[in-house]
């Protein structure tokens, strides 16, 4: 059997059972999973696409490759992407936990992960017993590296990597001959920056996407968690070396889902007002942390705050339980985060500001 390590949100139990006593009920901001409506343009392609019978494209429908292709082009300045640089998974977290595997690593391999940084990462590599270095330097990265990922915007940090920190990522991983992996799921949620470049923004590559692969989904923009729907894109021999295995293995997304995810993919409005939702949650929950004492570091993107008061991050998550609000410890996220929790936006108005109701009280 794997020897994983235990589940971390099964340690905020006990914390649960605190918030949940309080007089006017929980509030939980620990996990980022959406509460609002699903698009009406993605649940009218998945009712349409409903009568699926036959299996479907492991690659995607030339539909949802389209649809991908365009998006990356549109929405992430990637320049032109060719049907053989995108494919469709099952949400982007079965990636990050596979790539490992899908790419063939083994217990001889190291891979690089950002110093704080979502646990699946670490995960995926315990999965085939490689080695894990966190580090967010890459003149720091070790030259028998095989695999390094990089978060932008980061969770649980909010950080953005600038595109001077791409190229330089891009330069170090190719001397070396690593893989170098982007996760941008939140992408599409920057707040206190211009632009949030992505790993193949062709201001970046020049047009060389070698050696890269960049992971989004569908799940936080436009609310399709529960379809589990990501994009993978990037080095189309890797893309293709992704897709081979996939085949074998059956890593198949639906078909009513490709349909949902091309017609999400095809329209902006959604996504911009759902930005529009966040902002506002950001702008009632932001002040009423700081009332409280914390300190807010980073943020600038992603659907969280990365607060602080200086203290170990068990004694904020038990101070805010006590208000019936529950929250996560920085140290999910690695030792560098002992001090901060992780405050998510993906919560209700009506949540959010009593939250922010009770912080300040």
Same mark, same amino acid.
């Given at each position: ?157 909010? +950080?953005? %990597? =600038? !595109? #001077? ?14 893989? *170098? $992996? ?122 969280? +705050?990365? %607060? =602080? !008061? #200086? ?14 609000? *529950? $929250? ?34």
């Amino acid at each position: 059997m794997l020897a994983l390590p235990d589940f971390p949100w099964d340690s905020l139990e006990p914390f649960r059972a605190i918030a949940q006593q309080h007089p006017e009920g929980l509030i939980d901001l620990s996990v980022g999973s959406p509460v609002d409506d699903t698009p009406l343009v993605a649940r009218a392609a998945l009712e349409a696409a409903a009568n699926a019978p036959s299996y479907p494209l492991t690659a995607g429908s030339t539909g949802l490759r389209e649809a991908m292709a365009s998006w990356f082009e549109r929405r992430r300045n990637t320049g032109k992407l060719e049907h053989s640089q995108v494919i469709p998974s099952i949400g982007s977290k079965e990636i990050v936990g596979l790539l490992p595997t899908l790419l063939g690593l083994r217990s001889t391999d190291t891979i690089v992960i950002p110093e704080i940084a979502y646990p699946t990462y670490a995960v995926g590599a315990s999965v085939v017993g490689a080695s894990v270095i966190t580090v967010d330097n890459p003149d720091e990265w070790p030259g028998d590296t095989s695999l390094i990922w990089l978060n932008s915007p980061s969770n649980p940090t909010g +950080a953005v %990597a =600038t !595109r #001077e920190y791409l190229r330089h990522a891009i330069q170090r991983a190719r001397d070396i001959g690593a893989v *170098l $992996v982007s996760d941008e799921c939140y992408a599409q949620m920057g707040w206190d920056v211009e632009v949030v470049p992505s790993l193949l923004d062709q201001e970046v590559t020049g047009g060389d996407t070698s050696g890269l692969l960049v992971l989004c989904s569908l799940s936080k923009q436009s609310n399709l968690a529960g379809y589990r729907a990501g994009l993978v894109a990037g080095d189309p021999t890797l893309v293709d070396s992704l897709l081979l295995a996939r085949k074998h293995m059956g890593l198949i997304v639906p078909s009513p889902i490709q349909a949902a995810m091309a017609a999400a993919l095809d329209d902006d409005e959604h996504v911009d007002l759902q930005r529009e939702r966040y902002v506002a949650r950001r702008d009632t929950l932001f002040p009423a942390l700081r009332s409280a004492g914390f300190r807010i570091d980073h943020s600038e993107a992603g659907l969280y +705050a990365w %607060a =602080t !008061r #200086e203290e170990d991050c068990w004694t904020s998550v038990e101070w805010l339980s006590n208000r019936g609000i *529950l $929250v996560a410890p920085g140290s999910f996220y690695g030792t560098r985060g002992g001090h901060h929790i992780r405050v998510a936006l993906t919560a209700s108005d009506h949540h959010v500001s009593a939250a922010a109701s009770r912080l300040v009280a």
